[in-house]
């Protein structure tokens, strides 16, 4: 691991602490003293480039409320089919479960956070250099596509929107401090190749049941899979679980995957660190700790950024 590194991703801004995608949790991730902040985009009605999670918009905002008729056959609330300027009079509220039924995170907010609204890129990208102008530093943007497939079906071009407007705000240079990021290895693959994007890219690897991507993500695990993408990305993003093995009452554990990454000349993030669904036995600082430790992790991906910032300085402190 480099001097430069371990570094901490903010997951969607401040998530752990403000509803997630929001100015508010950007603001406070930025205070917090992250390296680079993460957030999510996906295509409104009218081409309008979106930061929100999910295509759909009920899970994080009071739709169903709003626009009771507009849902889709399948109960569902999609982004694609609402202007901006209806979005932008949605509130944003605390993730909800797969079904809707109720928070996912019980207990995250005690005191219930203001609502916030939803907003676009360009808005989020202004938010973030005037807060880097603010503080005199740069904070770095990492941008996820979120399904571009679904969305090339449906006739958009996600990564040719996206890759505008982070131009236009110069981003798309090797010098950047901005990471393209996505599910979908061809999407990064083209937009080198067919679009001469610059900026440095992180492939995200999920699990095959989340239906993020068709694609085969166990062979992204192995020395073949790495080395193919490391001659278009420079980092990789695991799920938790692919570069460490937790138990209940034992001690964190390498999968393996770190050092076969970093061999293969790829850094290595991770997400999510969170307080929730950790087994007995073990805390979030102590995960964080052993992550950028021993581990060698290169950088967590937190809802909790400062957790993340704190382990951070712990970590050099122990190196000094």
């Known amino acids: 691991m480099s001097a430069m590194y371990p570094q901490v991703i903010a997951h969607r801004g401040a998530s752990g ?12 991730a930025h205070e917090q003293g992250v390296d680079w902040i993460e957030c999510d985009v996906v295509l409104t009605k009218d081409n309008v480039a979106l930061v929100l999670h999910d295509v759909e918009l009920d899970s994080v905002t009071d739709v169903a409320a709003k626009y009771p008729d507009r849902a889709r056959a399948d109960g569902r609330y999609y982004a694609i089919d609402f202007t901006l300027e209806e979005i932008r009079s949605l509130r944003s509220r605390v993730r909800l479960n797969q079904d809707l039924s109720d928070v996912l995170y019980e207990g995250r907010f005690p005191t219930p956070p203001e609502p916030q609204p939803l907003v676009s890129l360009v808005d989020w990208i202004e938010a973030m250099q005037r807060l880097n102008r603010t503080a005199g530093r740069e904070v770095g943007i990492c941008v996820e596509l979120k399904g571009p497939v679904y969305h090339a079906k449906a006739g958009r071009d996600l990564p040719g929107k996206v890759a505008k407007i982070l131009t236009k705000y110069g981003y798309n240079n090797t010098a950047a401090r901005c990471l393209m990021m996505s599910f979908e290895p061809p999407v990064l693959q083209m937009m080198r190749r067919e679009m001469d994007w610059q ?13 993020e991507s068709d694609y085969d993500y166990s062979r992204l695990l192995t020395p073949l899979g790495l080395e193919e993408v490391a001659q278009y990305a420079t980092w990789i993003g ?4 692919q570069v460490i093995t937790l138990e209940a009452n034992q001690p964190p554990r390498s999968t393996g995957l770190v050092e076969l990454a970093q061999n293969c000349g790829l850094r290595v993030a991770s997400f999510t660190f969170q307080h929730e669904g950790l087994p007995a036995g073990n805390s979030l600082p102590a995960l964080l ?16 950024p400062d957790e993340g910032v704190a382990a951070v300085v712990r970590h050099r402190a122990d190196s000094a």
């Open 17 to 28: 602490y403000l509803p997630e995608n929001t100015l508010a949790a950007l603001e406070l």
């Open 199 to 211: 900026s440095p890219m992180l492939q995200l690897i999920g699990q095959p049941e989340w239906g």
């Open 289 to 304: 700790d052993y992550a950028i430790g021993p581990l060698g992790l290169d950088m967590p991906i937190c809802d909790f």
């Open 238 to 241: 695991t799920h938790l679980p």
